[in-house]
């Protein structure tokens, strides 16, 4: 993986997290990074995208909750989830590509060609 993230655990339902994501793999080119995520049995989804020119772009699962955001100098990402709910239990991936996407097209799972291992995150009820 050339994606790093951190910051996953345990929490109950209403309490906050907030994932990280060093990508150490994409420099000063314009980048696009994002969070999916994976539950039991389940396909890998999108979470939410931000782009070089920081753009922001949320699931409606997760829009008013959750928070993106890019510190482009250290190319890093962060995702501050807040009021977890149960079914956001999941494996979250960050991803990322060298370019642009916009509106439900940064929900295109293969535009990404760098991806994390993914993080554990469970809300419990």
């Known amino acids: 993986a050339q994606l790093a993230e951190s910051g996953g655990g345990l929490v109950h339902t209403g309490g906050s997290l907030e994932l990280s994501c060093a990508a150490s793999?994409?420099?000063?080119?314009?980048?696009?990074l994002a969070w999916f995520r994976q539950a039991p049995g389940k396909e890998r989804v999108f979470v939410a995208a931000t782009t070089r020119s920081n753009s922001v772009y949320y699931a409606d699962s997760v829009r008013g909750r959750f928070t993106i955001a890019r510190e482009n100098a250290r190319a890093s990402v962060s995702l501050q989830m807040k009021n977890l709910k149960p079914e956001d239990t999941a494996v979250y991936y960050c991803?990322?590509?060298?370019?642009?996407?916009?509106?439900?097209?940064?929900?295109?799972?293969?535009?990404?060609?760098?991806w994390g291992q993914g993080t554990q995150v469970t809300v419990s009820s």
């Open positions: 991803a990322g590509f060298v370019g642009y996407c916009s509106g439900t097209g940064c929900g295109d799972r293969r535009l990404y060609n760098l």
């Open positions: 793999a994409l420099t000063s080119s314009p980048f696009t």
